[in-house]
């Protein structure tokens, strides 16, 4: 018998999931650039192999495209039961295997003739893809076979994110909210909020097919020559990958996936070479903007450790200085 407390915590999980995959099903883009690669890739008798299969989309999409055995592998064990009946409601279920586990601990006999891993974070390499694929292409994938995606990259971008004044309309003044909040980085949903200053640039590039180890993200760097750099309030990430032949996927122009907004207190320098240089590893999270055609100009520097240890002391002075 489950506790109260048992199905509660299910209950909400399951309404996660639903709000999660329903974004990722009516993604035109991401569903094109996906389903592309399948198409172009997968031959009558091929085998394939889904990992992090979700809702199982692209194992069955997989079967139907001629594949002669699929295997799905989902952790979650909730998305199981809705692999199975979608593979069934698509009259595949014959051709598809759903095994429960991470990947790293499947163990099979075969080799499959296609990879497919949609484990692409909002920030590129956050959902393990890298280890993922180095253990799949070595110990799963045939000699000449085929992963999707195959390469995987972080771009950046120099931008402009349109906020609201805080609080809207109550005439409150949260100057130190707002300054704190600079060193949160924002998940962005309303992209039209965003506009873009500068060309991408290449923080860190991935290929799948050869890489022997994670890459380090905790030394990311880009710079541009801005005309306007008052105007740039934030630096804006992204992933971009390669799904398959010609087939290539830029997350910032999907609508399942959010670009990762870095805030910054804008310069008062109308223009030279901006520089972000960016740490993206665990609990080493923080981001700095400098002008190096300035360099009498103070490098600016956000972490969220630094929000945290501000409201800390906060507190701990609070303490001290309260009567006992």
Known sequence: M?????????????????????????????NRAFY????????????VLDIGSGTGVWAIAAARLGA???????????????????????QVADKIEIVECDSRE????????????????????DEEIVPIMIDARKRLLKKGGLLIPRSLAIIAAAAHLRSPKLPAVAPVQCDYFASLNLNIPVVLNNKKSLRLLSEPAQLVSVDLTTVQRPPRLDRLTARWKMSDLPS???????????IGEAVNLKTIATSSWNPIVYRIKPFATARGEVELKLSISGKDYHWSASLPSHPDEPERAYAPMFAYTAIQTQIQMAATLSPR
Not at 11 to 30: N, V
């Open 2 to 30: 489950k506790t109260e407390e048992e199905e509660s915590r299910i209950y909400q999980h399951t309404l996660d999931i639903f709000r999660a995959h329903e974004p990722l099903l009516s993604d035109a883009a991401r």
């Open 36 to 47: 592309a690669a399948l198409k172009k890739h997968i031959s009558p008798g091929a085998t």
């Open 68 to 90: 002669s055995k699929v295997v799905a592998i989902e952790r979650n064990s909730l998305l199981i039961p809705i692999i199975r009946t979608l593979a069934r409601e698509n």
């Open 106 to 125: 499947f163990r099979s006999r075969h080799r499959f003739d296609v990879v497919v891993s949609e484990t692409i974070g909002n920030e590129g390499f």
């Open 232 to 242: 740039v309030n934030c630096f804006v990430i992204w992933a971009e990958a390669t």
